[in-house]
């Protein structure tokens, strides 16, 4: 299976400023038909998951554009431009491209 | 409105049975995939297996840890997916999301234990 390995497991970010989350994948995540299936997902206490970004940089409607996705093959990264108190939560990355779909461990931003 | 309603969870013995539906509202959810992903108290997300879109013959495909004793299935008359739960484990408790097409909706949760 592939591994996704995320870091950092927690981040403390002060309001108003960036933040960035790492996804490495253990295999790369270019499909045969050369799409990259990356996407992200946020998760507020208490709430299911919704999805922020898919194919690695795409970002669903409604999402917030400090919101950002970027990388390629193995290596991708969700950033925020300036953090707000909305975005408290878990953050998981995910691979769709190869069977079966697995998911990062998690990253928990928090307010400083 | 769109969404996706869960239910169908509670508590189990191990070994015992549970089937969890996965409701459509405001959309026909045959012409869309279906994923069933769970979380454990305190843990990540872990995909549990998948139903492909009616024009995919409602294809499947699951974790190794399910294979065998999960199934999901489709009612087109009832707009719903289920996922059928046979020889529950007490690893099997979590929190379980429905979701539809590449994660774009998900439901609400519905809880999962197995516990003797």
């Known amino acids: 299976d592939v591994v996704m390995t995320q870091s950092p497991i927690s981040l403390p970010v002060t309001l108003g400023q960036p933040a960035s989350i790492s996804c490495r994948s253990s295999?790369?995540?270019?499909?045969?038909?050369?799409?990259?299936?990356l996407y992200w997902f946020q998760q507020r206490p208490g709430q299911s998951p919704r999805r922020l970004i898919y194919r690695v940089s795409n970002r669903d409607s409604g999402v917030p554009d400090r919101f950002s996705g970027s990388g390629s093959g193995t290596d991708f990264t969700l950033k925020i431009s300036r953090v707000e108190a909305e975005d408290v939560g878990l953050y998981y990355c995910m691979q769709g491209t190869h069977w079966p779909l697995t998911f990062g461990g998690g990253t928990k931003v928090e307010i400083k | 409105e769109v969404q996706l309603l869960e239910s169908g969870g509670g508590l189990v013995q191990p070994g015992g049975s549970l089937k969890l539906s996965c409701a459509a509202s405001g959309f026909i959810l045959s012409g869309s995939g279906v994923h069933w992903v769970r979380q454990a108290s305190g843990k990540g997300l872990e995909w549990v297996g998948r139903?492909?879109?009616?024009?995919?013959?409602?294809?499947?495909a699951y974790i190794a840890s399910v294979k065998g004793r999960f199934t999901i299935f489709r009612d087109d008359s009832k707009n719903t997916a289920y996922l059928q739960m046979d020889s529950l484990k007490i690893e099997d408790t979590a929190v379980y999301y429905c979701?539809?097409?590449?994660?774009?909706?998900w439901g609400q949760g519905t809880q999962v234990t197995v516990s003797s």
């Open positions: 295999q790369s995540l270019v499909y045969s038909d050369g799409n990259t299936y």
């Open positions: 979701s539809l097409g590449w994660f774009d909706l």
């Open positions: 139903s492909r879109s009616k024009a995919n013959n409602y294809a499947t």
